[in-house]
């Protein structure tokens, strides 16, 4: 059972690298998606992922491990709002890790006690973790 949790600022992650994700929104987040649900099936982290933007239907294997949530509201900084929500509603925020490369969201969730990791590392992270995934098989 995971002892620490992952909360992933996702659309924050998918803007980091200018891939054309634009041309493909969804597309994106299914593939962060898939990214992270190989990291949570190697380490010992839940993982939630907070996406602005409309609902929509996730294919089955693509979420395994994964909590995908959408912004409860449309507007500026619904995810993040959510993600501070639910670091404030953690019973030991000291056991989270929040992705994000926005700074007003880290210095929010910062202060409530989680360990803030830009965009960039954590890309880095995930792409160890695959090249990891790829050498086991």
Do not use: Y
């Not at 909360?7 to 593939?31: E, F, L, Q, T």
């Amino acid at each position: 059972m995971p002892t620490r949790h992952l909360i992933v600022d996702g659309m924050n992650v998918i803007g980091s690298r200018p891939d054309g994700w634009w041309r493909d929104r969804r597309g994106a987040m299914r593939s962060l998606v898939e990214m992270l649900a190989s990291h949570a099936a190697s380490g010992d982290e839940d993982v939630i992922v907070v996406f602005d933007g409309r609902p929509f239907e996730l294919d089955g294997e693509e979420a395994v491990g994964v909590e995908v949530i959408f912004a409860s509201r449309a507007g500026r900084n619904a995810a993040d709002d959510d993600i501070v929500a639910l670091v404030e509603r953690a019973e030991r925020p000291g056991s989270i890790r929040v992705v994000t490369s926005d700074d007003e969201l880290a210095r929010r969730v910062g202060a409530l006690g989680p360990q803030v990791m830009g965009a960039g590392a954590f890309r880095r992270e995930l792409a160890a973790t695959e090249a990891s995934s790829r050498e086991s098989r």
